[in-house]
């Protein structure tokens, strides 16, 4: 297996490592911020959806366009201002691995050397296709740390209660 059809692999399954994460969470459970400065579970996942749909996006402009723009986005501004708490939690998970799922297929098609077509980041510069790749399931990894220790406390505040026992 070539290192890019292991970064393929890993990038697509993605999804099963996410909804594996969350479930069986209740949504009271998901809209709760563990602490100040902090996004619940549920505003995390949208994150991660809404980032995957943007480097989807310059993944594909990578492939199509000769050193496409690649925008910046503020992910601070999404949480803020895309209501995550009116969205869906499940909605998400599955948007995120289905996208996964989809643009995989697109990426085994490629040859080796469509791997190294770039793009210009805002604030990264030149960026190829597989650092993206490889990034975006390292981004999903470094959140899932966060998740379960979100999940953590959550559980050791539940347990912590003085309700627990009555």
Not at 17 to 33: D, Q, Y
Not at 75 to 101: G, I, K
Request: aromatic fraction near 6%; include cysteine.
């Amino acid at each position: 297996m070539s290192e890019y059809h292991r970064l393929i692999e890993e990038f697509e399954t993605g999804g099963e490592k996410l909804r594996a994460a969350v479930a069986e969470l209740t949504r009271e459970e998901a809209l709760v911020r563990p602490g100040p400065g902090t996004w619940s579970v549920q505003e995390l996942v949208i994150h991660l959806a809404d980032s995957d749909a943007i480097v989807i996006d310059r993944m594909k402009r990578i492939i199509t366009e000769h050193n496409p723009t690649l925008l910046r986005a503020d992910e601070e501004a999404y949480a803020e201002r895309l209501h995550c708490d009116a969205q869906s939690l499940d909605d998400a998970v599955t948007l995120f691995d289905l996208n996964r799922r989809q643009f995989a297929r697109v990426l085994r098609e490629l040859d080796d050397s469509e791997f190294q077509r770039f793009g210009t980041h805002e604030d990264l510069g030149q960026v190829t296709l597989a650092a993206l790749i490889k990034h975006y399931s390292g981004h999903l990894d470094h959140h899932l740390k966060f998740l379960e220790a979100k999940l953590a406390r959550l559980r050791r505040t539940v347990d912590e209660s003085p309700q627990r026992g009555r």
